[in-house]
């Protein structure tokens, strides 16, 4: 029972977040914004909801170390997946905009200082709020390197995207209902997932949770990058990425109710982390090279081939 009330949730987290992308994307497009910071911002932030969703009501249940998994998890799918996806289904990716030199060091930065807070074994108020400065920071950036749009491209934009307030309204409140409550069932039967099988909270989490909430990204990007728009997808991943660090974990460290929001130990957590890591410096450095390729993508599902391979071997050990 508990498998088919987790579908049912993560589908429910999956659909809310659609909801609440769509009509954040309409805004967006309503208000001028450009079409990368769309894909970095509002895409990513939506996207990034069914992670903060999860990782708030693991939290709340006291399971500080599924919160910490899933932000993780979901880290090394948008990398070691959904972009590996994106390089193997399109056709001649030349992006716009150059990602090594502007944005790829804002997904580096976040996970160096994650590794930094957690060698005290915890992420205290402090450093939530370091984190979200940081996102803070990011949000600003992408603001200032904007590119201005001309008042034709604003109105040809406006046209392909009908809005309306009400409709708008009602869909984010119809989405907000759909994310909180998918985001508490599915921490719960993944719960009961694990203590069926005798499996760690930490494993479920960065496994079926994580690939769950990364749904998302990757039908987003997925879709974006078949329809020519490779920017808003690249940008998605890497905004989302960052999401994960700074809101997942920074949100879910202020909303605890313990005096350590977080504990953790690196130990436990080395070769999650570890993988991220080096899935971070992949991205890096393809972005440098502008390796948008199919060998590329799949160096990157061998190296989630690694990493199912060792959390499945942690489960024996």
């Given at each position: 029972?508990d ?5 049912l ?58 919160a ?7 880290n ?46 915890e ?58 409550g ?26 079926l ?32 990425n960052?999401?994960?660090i ?13 005096p ?17 890591t ?40």
């Amino acid at each position: 029972m508990d498998f088919v009330i987790f579908i049912l949730a993560i589908g429910a987290l999956i659909a809310g977040a659609d909801f609440i992308i769509n009509q954040s994307e309409r805004i967006a497009i309503r208000f001028n914004i450009p079409e990368f910071i769309i894909g970095a911002t509002v895409i990513a932030l939506g996207t990034s909801l069914p992670e903060i969703a999860a990782s708030m009501a693991a939290t709340f249940n006291d399971k500080p170390e599924m919160a910490i998994a899933n932000a993780i998890g979901s880290n090394i799918f948008n990398i070691t997946l959904v972009l590996a996806f994106i390089f193997i289904i399109t056709k001649n990716i030349n992006p716009n905009r150059n990602f090594f030199a502007k944005d790829t060091t804002w997904a580096l930065v976040p996970v160096m200082l994650f590794i930094l807070m957690a060698i005290d074994g915890e992420i205290n108020r402090i450093d939530a709020l370091l984190l979200l400065v940081l996102m803070f920071a990011y949000i600003l950036f992408l603001l200032n390197d904007a590119p201005i749009l001309g008042n034709e491209d604003i109105e040809e934009i406006k046209k392909e995207n009908s809005f309306n307030w009400i409709k708008s309204i009602f869909m984010f409140m119809v989405g907000f209902i759909f994310v909180v409550g998918g985001a508490h069932f599915t921490v719960e039967s993944a719960s009961g997932i694990a203590t069926d099988f005798g499996i760690s909270d930490r494993v479920i989490a960065i496994i079926l949770i994580s690939f769950g909430t990364s749904l998302p990204e990757l039908v987003v990007s997925v879709v974006a990058s078949l329809k020519g728009k490779v920017d808003m997808a690249i940008g998605n991943i890497i905004g989302s990425n960052l999401a994960n660090i700074t809101l997942v974990i920074g949100i879910s460290a202020l909303v605890s109710k313990n005096p350590m929001p977080i504990d953790l130990t690196l130990r436990t957590t080395a070769f999650d982390v570890a993988t991220m890591t080096v899935a971070t410096i992949m991205l890096i450095y393809i972005t440098a090279n502008k390796l948008y390729s199919k060998p590329a993508g799949i160096s990157l599902l061998i190296l989630l081939a690694i990493f199912l391979q060792g959390t499945y071997h942690s489960l024996s050990i």
